[in-house]
């Protein structure tokens, strides 16, 4: 196959592929925008590889449609992240129950007294790592990246953890969480 330079060529390899690149980038996120987002992505590192030097590609169509699949799976894995990060409202609404609000109530009280003892039986069920993550996280305020730096575990390893707890957490406190929520 014939090398084409890439510099002269940038708006007609635009031209010829964006509509098919964007119709595939489509089908594999949810929305318009991001798909739009992922297409300029792909043809901002097109432009990029084309001034560093790298003026040629035996194969554009290949180099697209691979630099697209992983922008796709960049996308979702910061997606990923975002969603984990939504878990801490959870625990933030379990803190604020065995911690926060009127303490004097006879039913806030036996309310609490319920969570703390589901809670800890909840705890001592998760494997020790999953729990201590969760723990220092929720009731100690640790931030991920200030347990990974005392730890020595990668912040990825921790930030797993934590969403298997809190899942496993989930799943346990459902009834009782629906409480919590028409409590608050």
């Known amino acids: 196959m014939e090398k084409k330079p890439l510099k002269n060529n940038i708006e007609s390899v635009f031209t010829d592929y964006s509509p098919r690149l964007l119709g595939y980038i489509q089908s594999q996120v949810s929305s318009r925008e991001d798909a739009e987002d992922i297409l300029q992505d792909v043809f901002y590192q097109l432009a990029r590889r084309s001034e560093e030097g790298l003026s040629e590609l035996e194969r554009v169509s290949s180099w697209l449609y691979k ?31 065995l911690f926060c609000g009127p303490q004097d109530a006879p039913d806030t009280v036996l309310f609490r007294k319920l969570v703390w003892q589901e809670l800890d039986l909840a705890l001592s069920e998760l ?58």
């Open 67 to 97: 630099v697209a699949r992983n922008s796709i799976l960049n996308f979702w894995r910061k997606k990923k992240e975002i969603s984990l990060d939504a878990e801490d409202t959870v625990c933030e609404d379990i803190a604020q129950t």
């Open 127 to 184: 494997p020790p790592e999953q729990c201590e993550v969760f723990c220092l996280t929720v009731f100690d305020g640790m931030a991920i990246k200030e347990i990974s730096s005392a730890t020595g575990i990668p912040a990825a390893t921790l930030l797993s953890r934590k969403h298997y707890a809190v899942k496993y957490l989930r799943s346990r406190f459902h009834d009782l969480y629906d409480a919590l929520i028409s409590q608050v």
